[in-house]
């Protein structure tokens, strides 16, 4: 039985050159040199069968669709548990505790997630890149460098030499955060093969913030356009290391676009990104969220992206994100920007509540475009 997907909201897609990426985070842009997102299969491929060896197939086949049917519906503990009873009946079966480590890697139980994989992984007769993917989100979590260097390896992905965490240019990704809930896609440079550093200045609350970094997982759920290609979009599994440049949400009052840019240009000790969301948070649907496209009959309803502009007339009055140490430094910023030209003015600047959520029990979450024939009941 296969879940439809439950509906997350909709998505805010940032709109961000390249060019404005490199500037801002001082990291040339370039496309991304490893290509992970096609790497991840599905399922594990098994061959034995363990009815096989069952002493009642009927009860087997009963117990295991339980097993599946727990797991469509994103009640992965219970999932778990019924794995893990088919597993002391065929103990030598690799899938079962593939499903074990997946429904682990989702409730984001490291330990149990990487001891299921490396079990399932222990016992097929050849590399298996799925169990391995796993283990590697897995390790990584937990910090464990030399399994996490090991199972990249296995999945014939090249990495620096070393043995602590991965420090590398893997290019520009896109990053939604929180896909369990009214997810927000960000613009990231992979550090890791599963790390990413964020670029945007998150809405506070995602309970992420600029320069944060995430775990995320393995599977491309969507694409996004950057100048003139796409990077890839993955599902942000939780934060890693903690920023420490906080949200500021700043109403000012701004005459013209040179008077933006030179805002956000100037450099002040603290402030690492000056972030216009006026112009660069875009609500889409989520079949937009998804890379998935309308039909015909939707070709010229521009409803679903409520971030259109209905015209081209500047708006006076902009909504900044600011991603800075301290309020101080915010307010310096601003207080300059406003001395050195006519019309300029500020309204007010909020630090508002940044909490990082967590996944409900029973919300199918991690599934990407098209895994499910009827995802557009939902």
């Not at 506070?204 to 775990?215: A, K, Q």
């Not at 694409?223 to 939780?238: C, I, K, S, Y």
Request: charged share 25%.
């Amino acid at each position: 039985m296969r879940q439809r997907r439950v509906p997350h909201g909709r998505s805010r897609q940032r709109a961000k050159s390249a060019d404005v990426l490199s500037r801002h985070c001082g990291l040339p842009v370039r496309q991304t040199t490893v290509r992970l997102d096609s790497a991840y299969p599905a399922h594990m491929t098994n061959t034995s069968d363990p009815r096989d060896t069952a002493p009642d197939t009927a009860a087997w086949d009963a117990l295991e669709a339980r097993a599946y049917d727990a797991f469509d519906h994103g009640q992965l503990q219970q999932a778990s548990a019924l794995f893990g009873e088919l597993a002391a009946l065929a103990p030598e079966v690799p899938y079962l505790h593939y499903m074990r480590g997946l429904a682990h890697k989702y409730l984001r139980d490291w330990p149990a997630s990487l001891q299921h994989s490396l079990r399932a992984q222990a016992l097929q007769a050849s590399p298996d890149d799925a169990s391995a993917w796993n283990a590697g989100i897995a390790a990584t979590a937990l910090g464990d460098w030399t399994e996490a260097r090991r199972q990249w390896t296995r999945c014939g992905i090249g990495i620096p030499q070393g043995d602590g965490p991965i420090e590398h240019d893997f290019g520009l990704v896109s990053i939604r955060l929180n896909p369990w809930g009214n997810g927000e896609t960000v613009f990231a440079r992979r550090i890791d093969v599963v790390r990413a550093r964020l670029l945007n200045v998150p809405l506070p609350e995602t309970g992420h913030r600029l320069f944060d970094i995430v775990l995320h997982d393995g599977a491309k759920t969507g694409e996004r356009a950057l100048d003139d290609g796409t990077v890839p979009v993955f599902n942000a599994l939780q934060i890693l290391q903690r920023s420490d440049h906080r949200t500021f949400v700043a109403f000012i009052r701004c005459p013209s676009a040179d008077d933006l840019d030179a805002l956000q240009q100037a450099e002040l000790p603290g402030i690492g990104y000056v972030e216009d969301w006026t112009a660069s948070i875009v609500s889409l649907c989520l079949r937009c969220s998804y890379g998935v496209g309308h039909g015909e009959e939707d070709a010229a309803d521009t409803a679903h992206d409520e971030g259109a502009a209905s015209n081209d007339d500047w708006q006076i009055e902009r909504n900044l994100g600011v991603g800075a140490q301290g309020k101080a430094a915010v307010e310096r910023l601003l207080a300059n920007w406003v001395a050195a030209g006519p019309g300029r003015s500020v309204d007010a600047i909020e630090s508002p509540p940044c909490v990082e959520s967590a996944p409900e029990e029973g919300t199918v979450w991690w599934r990407g475009a098209g895994d499910d024939a009827d995802e557009g009941e939902a």
